[in-house]
């Protein structure tokens, strides 16, 4: 059974400050991810990384940055958070294509930006 | 960009009947269509999903279409049941990168007893 783990359910910060997203998958998937959920908007893509030290923007990549030392971990920074960046954050992996596309999701974690 | 709408918003249906989502997407080379399923407060986890290949497939009371020329699939469910009330999401992968998928804006469905 795949497990995808994130660090926090739910977190609280102030305006500016430095935060960071844990995400940590057990299956040795190439592929990880992160997205962002807004009502009504759907899941959009932050960041993805398709191996180690490899990234490459989604398609809402500013006021985020993403680390990943080792395959399993996947870390989403915020460098200064805002309050337009509340919001629900999952966090995905998967193996490469062509052999599986199936994405599996962490629980997510709500942030608050106060 | 590649962009998926789906349709519709919210869907209220009432035990035993079948409801149907509908996702349109933009490019053609698109070829793996997932539809996840979110219920209310858990993580989206995939149920069904086609291939560019296959016009379409069936599991138990869920079902999913794609119509290539029409750039549109669809998930239909039958016999709908209580626990089937959820947020659904439908995705298409991206031409220059199938690892990466776009999500359609979801679709809340709800089944009354």
């Known amino acids: 059974d795949v497990k995808v783990t994130q660090s926090s359910r739910y977190l609280v910060k102030r305006t500016g400050e430095k935060v960071f997203l844990e995400c940590v998958q057990d299956m040795d998937h190439e592929n990880m991810f992160w997205y962002r959920q807004d009502p009504g908007l759907g899941l959009r893509l932050i960041y993805f990384?398709?191996?180690?030290?490899?990234?490459e923007k989604g398609d809402i990549p500013e006021g985020y940055s993403v680390s990943r030392e080792k395959k399993e971990r996947f870390s989403l920074i915020l460098e200064s958070a805002s309050t337009n960046q509340t919001s629900m954050y999952l966090c995905?992996?998967?193996?490469?294509?062509?052999?599986?596309?199936?994405?599996?999701f962490g629980p997510g974690t709500r942030l608050t930006v106060l | 960009g590649e962009n998926v709408e789906q349709h519709p918003s919210t869907l209220s249906v009432q035990e035993g009947d079948s409801a149907v989502i509908k996702c349109t997407y933009s490019?053609?080379?698109?070829?793996?269509f997932p539809w996840y399923k979110q219920e209310l407060g858990k993580r989206p986890q995939l149920i069904i999903d086609?291939?560019?290949?296959?016009g379409e497939k069936k599991d138990q009371r869920i079902a999913v279409t794609l119509n290539k020329t029409a750039k549109h699939f669809s998930l239909h469910i039958t016999e709908t049941q209580p626990e089937d009330s959820a947020v659904y999401f439908c995705a298409a992968s991206m031409w220059y990168n199938t690892d990466k998928l776009i999500f359609g804006t979801g679709t809340r469905l709800q089944v009354f007893p």
């Open positions: 490019d053609s080379a698109s070829n793996y």
């Open positions: 086609i291939r560019s290949n296959v």
């Open positions: 990384s398709y191996d180690v030290k490899m990234k």
């Open positions: 995905a992996s998967s193996l490469p294509s062509p052999s599986a596309d199936t994405q599996y």
